[in-house]
């Protein structure tokens, strides 16, 4: 007998754990069912949650598979082309993930793709694509958060609203709308209704996956990029600080540049919320869509196109070595381009997106001014000094990192590049990553977001294909605030900036000269280092 009622025990246990799995199953599949927008905040929360498994999953999955490519078909004796197919195919699988997982995924695949000194080509190219095929939302999750937030129907803020978004990013999305009752047309920016509950999950998720990548691959290891990324893509969550940081960014280049820029107006006030910003809508092309910048809407010349290039670098150069408020994410999507309102026939910049950005304090910005200015001039005791101040002895690596070339090899005047250099390039950025992910973790935190910056325009001035010196361009506004200039009088600071001005022009013919005579090899310097 109490061998029976052990197992009547037994077998109602089983049906109340079965009973509660199967309860427990359809409320996550009911759970799953509804619109995000149609779910309160505390639904919602664990509606993450248990989304949250299965981008787990997805991230686990490929990081296997990419394993196994890697440690199963190729070795170090292998060719490079054997290595090429192998990148090519795990980078599509990297670009598969980040655009179904979205969100920080696809900002991270974004801040690799500008790293193209750093990890092989295959992947910055095909990460590259994540700056425009970002996925959209529903327009009726987009309505769902104005609506919240603002605590107002939509027919009683716009006289319309476009539900096709002009763009999409990795934390938000724009749309095209007109105001009631001023008639303004707007763009309307709104932050994915569950971003910020997926934010920390996913920013846990992707620093394990990249510690264990490191132990498997050493010098891949990139969590610092990735904690360094957290505090301020933290901030950025919060649009009413992008708003602080756009008023502020147009005031210094307005004192600065007068009208040769443009910093969207904002809507304040009752339209403006953590997760909702409006900005004046701007009608213009990206800095990169050279067709745009060419054809009749624009009609600009190459020489105008060059100007861009250089408002670009000076605006930059500007914040970096000047005010030291710098804007961290101008990547070309961030970039566009109009016909000056009251120049005519002439182009004018528009600085979009605000959320990213930080301070400089003056003694890092001292120093990053002299670093900028030795590592251009080729200043190698001034070079090795600056580095050490900060802790850094492997001086030639973060000349490296500044200049995205290996230093050796490095000459502002030189695009002449020959096959020897081209191999020694490759060796130096491919082979010796963990170099790299050291010293940035010595780095200030702040050093890494002001080089983020460089790389972007780098990045858009490649695309742009403006034969602009980037680095010699920097260097007009580094070298009067760098150490050198103070012992030198105006009359020397004026002839050395005739000097420059001087190379420059003569750097010009040489890269139109270079890419004429040897095309094949001047690509793939620029696919190796997208060379400034």
């Known amino acids: 007998m109490s061998g029976v009622r052990r197992f009547g025990k037994t077998r109602r246990f ?11 199953i359809v409320g996550c599949v009911a759970l799953l069912q509804p619109r995000r927008e149609s779910l309160n905040p505390w639904l919602l ?44 195919r795990c980078a599509r699988r990297l670009v598969d993930l980040c655009e179904t997982n979205g969100g920080m995924y696809v900002k991270l695949g974004q801040d690799f793709a500008r790293l193209s000194h750093i990890i092989p080509t295959q992947y910055t190219q095909a990460l590259g694509k994540l700056h425009d095929n970002v996925a959209r939302r529903p327009a009726s999750e987009v309505i769902g958060v104005i609506e919240r937030d603002l605590g107002k129907p939509m027919s009683d803020i716009f006289e319309s609203f476009d539900e096709v978004p002009v763009a999409a990013a990795s934390l938000a999305q724009v749309h095209r709308g007109v105001l009631k009752g001023s008639h ?31 132990k498997l691959f050493p010098g891949s290891d990139f969590t610092e990029i990735i904690q360094r990324l957290e505090g301020v893509v933290r901030d950025e969550l919060n649009f009413v600080r992008e708003v602080e940081n756009a008023e502020k960014c147009r005031k210094q280049l307005e004192e600065k540049f007068g009208d040769r820029f443009c910093v969207p107006k904002v809507f304040g006030g009752p339209l403006l919320t953590r997760r909702v910003v409006m900005t004046e809508f701007i009608h213009g092309v990206k800095i990169t869509d050279l067709a745009g910048l060419k054809g009749p809407k624009m009609g600009f010349s190459n020489r105008q196109i060059a100007t861009i290039s250089e ?28 016909r000056h309102p009251r120049r005519t026939g002439q182009p004018q910049l528009v600085i979009l997106d605000h959320g990213l950005y930080v301070s400089f304090p003056d003694d890092l910005r001292h120093h990053f001014t002299n670093m900028w200015t030795a590592c251009v001039l080729h200043d190698t005791d001034k070079v090795i000094s600056l580095s050490r101040a900060i802790g850094v002895d492997e001086w030639e690596w973060l000349a490296a990192m ?12 030189k695009r002449m590049a020959s096959q020897a250099d081209l191999d020694l390039m490759r060796k130096a950025m491919r082979e010796d990553m963990q170099k790299m992910s050291d010293i940035l973790k010595i780095l200030p935190a702040v050093y890494g977001m002001v080089l983020r910056n460089v790389t972007n325009v780098r990045a858009a001035q490649k695309l ?32 050395l900036s005739w000097k420059l001005w001087a190379q420059e022009t003569v750097h010009r013919g040489m890269l139109a000269y270079a890419v004429w005579r040897n095309p094949e090899l001047m690509k793939a310097v620029d696919d190796v280092l997208l060379m400034g």
């Open 311 to 338: 408002d670009m670098i000076d605006a930059f150069s500007y914040q970096m070595f000047c005010t030291g408020f710098v804007h961290c994410d101008p990547h070309p999507g961030n970039l566009l381009v109009r």
């Open 184 to 214: 303004d047309e707007v763009a309307v920016k709104v932050q994915y209704i569950d971003i910020a509950d997926r934010f920390d999950g996913d920013m846990a998720t992707m620093t394990l996956m990249m510690y264990l990548c490191g």
């Open 464 to 495: 742009m294909g403006s034969p602009t010196s980037r680095t010699l361009r920097m260097l007009r506004w580094s070298l009067p605030l760098s150490d050198g200039a103070q012992a030198m009088s105006w009359w020397q600071l004026y002839c």
């Open 402 to 413: 500044f200049l995205e070339h290996p230093y050796d090899v490095y000459s502002p005047f």
């Open 14 to 24: 089983l049906t109340g754990v079965g009973t509660v799995s199967v309860i427990g």
């Open 45 to 88: 929360h664990y509606r993450v949650l248990l989304e949250g498994g299965g981008r787990l999953y997805r991230c686990v999955r490929v990081g296997v598979q990419v394993t196994n490519d890697y440690k199963r078909n190729v070795t170090d004796a292998d060719e490079q082309s054997a290595w090429d197919i192998i990148h090519e």
